[in-house]
């Protein structure tokens, strides 16, 4: 979780999220454009030296780290991101060969094989009305310098899916023997939130302290 590098998205959004900078060792604030991001993604500082901080404290190593993927902590890596209708237009590009403006294939390839698009994580089962318009016919070149496009708008907004969680699992043992320990429990995402103003996922990992018998110095 807390060594995966930062991904500050690829939609057009502005969020204040706070990842963990592995390298300087501390908690760091970034600007998240939404879309494509990975579990290093927290609401708040606090969020991010608890979860973070812990699992250094610990001394998890790597493979450790790999296998508390069970614990997902960051929602980021099911952001969705919606601008209200009439505001947002998809858009797909396509560079056509300047050899000559009839031109529609790469090497053989269809144009409209280029287009490339993103789609944001939701659960399959949840239901989801978003209504689009058809594409566009593709724009004119006046000075596009190899590129025109196709639009196409949001008629109905995706209806909104709310994060649903697990319960908590038991807490953990101590992770140690004598002196001061913690312990820890977990839950997890059933469904993936969806939609701008869809609930998100809270906190899934708590740690709280446990007391042991002191340690004996030999």
């Known amino acids: 979780i807390c060594n995966e590098p930062l991904i500050t998205g690829s939609c057009d959004a502005s969020f204040k999220r706070v990842y963990y900078n592995s390298t300087a060792k501390k908690c760091e604030i970034f600007t998240y454009k939404g879309c494509d991001a990975n579990r290093n993604n927290f609401h708040t500082l606090e969020e991010c030296m608890k979860v973070c901080n812990e699992i250094q404290r610990m001394g998890w190593d790597k493979s450790k780290i790999e296998d508390a993927s069970k614990y ?26 300047r050899i000559g403006p009839e031109s529609e294939n790469f090497n053989g390839i269809p144009s409209g094989s280029q287009v490339s698009s993103i789609t944001p994580r939701y659960d399959e089962d949840a239901k989801v009305d ?71 996922c809270t906190k899934l990992v708590e740690f709280r302290k446990c007391s042991m018998f002191p340690c004996i110095a030999e």
């Open 130 to 200: 978003c209504q689009i318009t058809p594409w566009s016919d593709w724009t004119i070149c006046q000075s596009c310098h190899g590129y025109t496009n196709s639009s196409r708008s949001i008629l109905v907004q995706a209806q909104n899916v709310d994060c649903k969680l697990t319960h908590w699992s038991p807490w953990s043992p101590c992770h140690t023997t004598c002196g001061n320990a913690v312990q820890h429990r977990t839950r997890r995402i059933k469904i993936h939130p969806h939609g701008l103003y869809s609930k998100q």
């Open 72 to 97: 997902k902590v960051s929602i980021s890596s099911v952001l969705s991101y919606h601008v209200p209708v009439n505001q947002e237009k998809h858009r797909r590009k396509s560079k056509r060969e």
